[in-house]
Structures are given as C-alpha cells and as structure tokens.
C-alpha cells in the first residue's frame, strides 16, 4: 500500500501520561501536515512540514504538543501530559509542491482517548 | 477567523432521491475542495474548484463554485447507500493549511 500510514491506529491512555503518534507519507511527497478530528467537527490544522522545515502551527498546538520530520520523510506527534480534552483521532496527511491547489492525502487516522 | 458555513447538518433521504449540501463563506475563497468521510474513516479529496462559476462533474456528482467565489454546492443525484458519509468543504487561505466546514451527514435509507 502506498498511502499515508499512521500508528498505532488507536491509543488509549491516562490523563497525564505521554502518547506518540508516527505517521508515514506518500513517499514522494514532501509536504506533510497533522490535523485533529473531534466527533462531529471537521479536521482542524494542527502544523505542516515542508521536507524537515517545521513552517505553520496552529494555535491550536499548546506546548504540550510537538511535531518532529526529522530526515524529511516519516513524522512523529507527541502529546506530554495527555488530557481528556486531547480525545480525538489525529490525522495525518501528505502532498506534493507543485500540486496544483494543495491536494492532500489524508491516513486514516489514530484514535487518541484519554481516560 | 474566516470560516465556512454548511448546510443542512444533516441530510435523510430515500436511496434514488437527490441530495444537496451547502458551502457558504462570508468573504470570497481563493479556491474550494470537496472532501467525504466514510463513518469510521478519513477524508477523501473528491474535487477542488478555483474558478468563478465553475461546474465539474463526476458521476452523480455535481459540483459547483459561485460567481462570486463565496459560495459551494455538492449535488448528487439518485443517492446510492455507498453515497453514505459526511461530506465537508473546505479552502486554502493562502497558506498550506485547508480550513474545513463541519460537514453534511448523509444517510441515506434503503
């Protein structure tokens, strides 16, 4: 398959504790993003990598959470001192500069509930 | 910040009967994609208009963009049970970033 690919596709985990997200691109794209998903809302942007350049976040990322591309391919999310608040399923997506009008390729998603 | 308006939340209707959902926006969208959401799945490109008064087609699906650029439409005639999901329009304010709307669910009755 050569989709997105996220793991693991769910996580459930206490409040407090740390959780971290992987997500694999397209392998030709070098544009990478991370969005959240609550139930009954639309994806909301969360941050956007060209190759390894970290180059939008959204206020939405507190300081609890980091995105890393280290080597411009795969990317990892991590949320410190998880709380419920942070339930949601955390989507991964990919494209390619020079796509005409940003066309993205989301993963299918993990599934983060906080208890 | 700008934002997308949907229209109707919701949607039931009986497989082969048409359906419609609405992407209004207060300020004119530089362009405006189409996504569709399975239950239990991701969301999945459908389409991206960029001109005013543009028109695509796929299948039973009916896209429009306004003249004015502000607004959407996704048409799709006599709905199927695969037509079943949450569709969401969404736009790129010039940046990377897509801003999405809440959605139409669909369900459609056999």
């Known amino acids: 398959d050569t989709g997105v690919s996220q793991d693991p596709r769910h996580k459930i985990t206490k409040r407090g504790q740390n959780v971290t997200f992987r997500c694999d691109p397209i392998s030709e794209h070098n544009r990478l993003y991370w969005y959240r998903q609550t139930l009954g809302q639309g994806p909301e942007f969360l941050t956007y990598f060209q190759n390894e350049a970290q180059l939008e976040k959204s206020r939405l990322l507190s300081d609890r959470f980091s995105a890393e591309r280290p080597k411009g391919s795969f990317s990892t999310l991590e949320i410190q001192r998880t709380e419920q608040g942070d339930s949601a399923m955390y989507l991964c997506?990919?494209?390619?500069?020079?796509?005409?009008?940003?066309?993205?390729?989301f993963g299918e998603g993990s599934w983060l509930t906080v208890v | 910040g700008q934002q997308v308006m949907q229209i109707p939340q919701y949607q039931h209707v009986q497989e082969g009967e048409d359906f419609t959902t609405y992407c209004n926006s207060s300020?004119?969208?530089?362009?405006i994609q189409w996504y569709k959401q399975r239950p239990g799945g991701h969301p999945v490109f459908l389409i991206q208009l960029v001109k005013s008064g543009e028109v695509k087609k796929q299948k039973r699906l009916t896209f429009q963009f306004g003249e004015a650029k502000k607004n959407s439409s996704l048409h799709i005639t006599a709905t199927q049970t695969t037509d079943v999901g949450t569709y969401f329009c969404a736009y790129g304010a010039g940046s990377y970033q897509l801003t999405f709307g809440k959605g139409t669910k669909l369900s459609v009755i056999p």
């Open positions: 300020t004119t969208l530089s362009n």
């Open positions: 997506a990919s494209s390619l500069a020079g796509n005409s009008g940003n066309t993205i390729y």
